[in-house]
């Protein structure tokens, strides 16, 4: 007796990343020369406080907390890859959360950090998330959002 069997395979796009805040990027990815050195290891964007800090893509909240006195959200999007937001003034989500692209994850300062983790080594979180067609503004700085 023989079994067919039958496999489905789902051919969509991806979903574009949602920008997490509307706002200037003032301090751009600076990539260190090695683990522990000098660098900045995601993007500083003006924001305005009380603005709603969006999650880039659906996930996992993995951590919620303050690290040297700064609230910071990471955010497990899949594939080895987290999403760190920081500076923000306050979360709505807790570890274990599971959020949608989209959802509000918590609520700005002046600025924001949003920086990107590959199997624990930084990268772009501009280029990563797709956001390189952002219009350019004064000195090479980006606008995230629209």
Known sequence: MSHLVVVLLSVTQPVPPVAPVRGVVVDGFRAPACQRCAGHRGVTIATTTGMPVRAVRAGVIVFVGQVARVLYVVEDIGRGARVTY????????????VVAAGDQIGVATESMYLGVRVHGAYVNPLQFLGFTAGRLVGRGSVIVGR
């Open 86 to 97: 920081g500076r923000l003034e306050s979360s709505s989500v807790s570890a274990g959360s």
